[in-house]
């Protein structure tokens, strides 16, 4: 997170020493601030979190296709006249260890519609997770390990 934090800071900055306020100056600015970033990151206590950048493009095309598909069907579940909902909490045990790769993980659940992390366990191997239709949870579980959870081991490892 410090990572990207520090690549954001660095790109705003780019675009206001340039003064061309664009998506494309925006998206050179985080590039060579991703650059700068990994040429000194030693001088931030070694290798950090700094990603791959063909697996982290795809755990970013999963979680757009992931919205798309939740916002949907978010979209039909609340249009429908009887919403046959069962929604519960499920826990969902964690493959991903570090505190980086967990915060990831519940904050990409979270902004998928539909779902929510609720808790993480004192001993960091569970997530709970609030589902609006928790009606199979295993395989909710499985969605999430075989998607965000093993993008995310791709990306950070």
Known sequence: MIFFLFNLLLAIAWVTVTGSVSLHNLVLGLLLGALALVIIRESFGGKGHIPRVLPLL?????????????????????????????????????????????????????????????????????????????SDPEATRRDIANGFERKIMEAFR
Not at 69 to 82: C, E, F, I, N, R
């Open 58 to 134: 795809s755990l970013a095309a999963l979680f757009l296709k992931e919205l798309s598909l939740s916002a949907w069907k978010v979209t039909v579940t609340v249009l429908s006249p009887d919403m046959k909902l069962k929604p519960g909490i499920f826990a969902y045990p964690l493959t991903v260890t570090s505190d980086f790769e967990i915060t990831l993980l519940a904050n990409l659940i979270t902004l998928t519609p539909g779902t929510l992390s609720v808790d993480v366990s004192t001993d960091r191997r569970t997530l709970y997770v609030h589902a609006l239709d928790c």
